[in-house]
């Protein structure tokens, strides 16, 4: 039973282009969604992240957007790097953060 | 800098041999949390302790076991090692009184059992 979908396992974007990496999640009661970045041989680092009683949130070139009647989430990069060639995993978390969901991952290819 | 430190970062194993996957953070962190990555897989909560309280999830099996001896340390038991369970494992921590919601993670143990 997979709460947590990306159902992309990878997405290829020119250098300067938006990125828009998209996640589907089941479970009504997750409080906080989460975006983690994976490069290799490392473990994931936070990136942004978005309660649930928002519908956007924006740090630098990386914006959130969350549809909470549709269940889905996305991250938008804006404009792409090539240094941001990565695993990007979501994560839903209930109340405190304690129980958190990941998603599979959807690998980006920035090409300069 | 403030980190999680994994040690080994890589580990064989027999099949059945005892073995114990170590965690340590500096970010004085009260909650720590052990996952499980299969290749191409989502990391999978195993469990978490919260200071001294130890909290698992209702699906991982009895053959993992933690143990947290003080706040910068966190290991990972696995008493009969099968061949299901060569993953990475990832240690992650997180502050429960910061109101944020992001762990921090280590770079990850891949076990392998021959």
């Known amino acids: 039973d997979q709460q947590v979908k990306q159902n992309s396992p990878s997405l290829s974007v020119q250098e300067g282009r938006i990125s828009i990496l998209n996640c589907d999640y089941t479970?009504?009661?997750?409080?906080?969604f989460l975006w983690y970045k994976k490069y290799p041989a490392e473990g994931p680092t936070f990136l942004i992240s978005i309660s649930s009683i928002k519908d956007k949130n924006e740090d630098g070139r990386f914006t959130v957007f969350l549809n909470k009647s549709a269940k889905h989430l996305s991250l938008h990069i804006v404009p792409s790097q090539p240094g941001d060639s990565a695993v990007y995993f979501c994560?839903?978390?209930?109340?405190?953060?304690?129980?958190?969901?990941f998603g599979a991952g959807t690998r980006l290819f920035v090409k300069a | 800098d403030a980190m999680v430190i994994q040690n080994p970062r890589y580990q064989v194993t027999q099949f059945g041999k005892p073995v114990t996957l170590s965690c340590s953070q500096t970010l004085n962190h009260n909650v720590m949390y052990w996952y499980q990555q299969k290749s191409s897989q989502a990391p999978k909560l195993l469990f978490h302790y919260y200071d001294k309280d130890f909290n698992n999830e209702a699906d991982t099996p009895d053959n993992f076991q933690s143990r947290r001896p003080n706040t910068s340390f966190c290991f990972l038991d696995i008493r009969s090692p099968g061949l299901g369970d060569a993953a990475m494992y990832l240690c992650?921590?997180?502050?429960?009184?910061?109101?944020?919601?992001?762990?921090?993670f280590g770079p990850g143990t891949r076990l392998t059992v021959t």
């Open positions: 994560a839903a978390s209930d109340t405190g953060g304690f129980k958190t969901i």
């Open positions: 479970n009504s009661m997750f409080d906080y």
């Open positions: 992650a921590t997180s502050s429960a009184t910061s109101g944020l919601y992001e762990q921090y």
